[in-house]
């Protein structure tokens, strides 16, 4: 096979961000999509995007997020939000399915929350790897301190 015929393949870190990418079309938020995977030894073993619990009405589905009708800016009032986020849903996936994500890496679609970030600290997972930047700055302290690599790509 001579040069120009020659099959490239995609990186590992390549390979995992398109289909990270690809989980968050399944978000059901109509103000982020946003989409996580778990991944261990270079095998994929959760995948989350950002939206309601099993069997509550998501807002994709009601037609309105309260968070967007109240004005609420992005990332504030979380608790307002029928929605998990992405990190969560993946996270509580291994939970649910009692796999253990203990020193996996996480790759996301956008550097998680302080919520996520406390909830990724505790699941052991040491890696974490995101494409867009959120503003907060208490999160990148936390991992920070508990040792937890972020890395944008």
């Not at 103000?31 to 009405?57: D, F, H, Q, S």
Request: charged fraction near 25%.
């Amino acid at each position: 096979m001579d040069e120009s015929t020659k099959v490239t393949r995609p990186s590992w870190d390549e390979y995992f961000v398109s289909i990270t990418r690809q989980v968050a079309t399944r978000s059901t938020c109509l103000r982020r999509k946003v989409g996580a995977i778990i991944v261990k030894e270079k095998r994929i073993l959760t995948t989350g995007y950002n939206g309601a619990p099993m069997r509550v009405k998501n807002c994709l589905d009601r037609g309105t997020c309260l968070r967007e009708e109240l004005g609420v800016p992005s990332g504030e009032r979380h608790e307002i939000c029928r929605g998990l986020h992405a990190e969560q849903n993946a996270i509580l996936q291994a939970a649910y399915h009692g796999v253990s994500i203990r020193d996996g890496v996480i790759y996301t679609t956008a550097q998680p929350c302080v919520m996520c970030a406390k909830m990724i600290i505790n699941s052991g997972i040491r890696r974490i790897y995101f494409l867009e930047e959120y503003p907060d700055p208490l999160a990148i302290e936390l991992l920070a301190e508990a040792g937890v690599e972020l890395i944008k790509l």
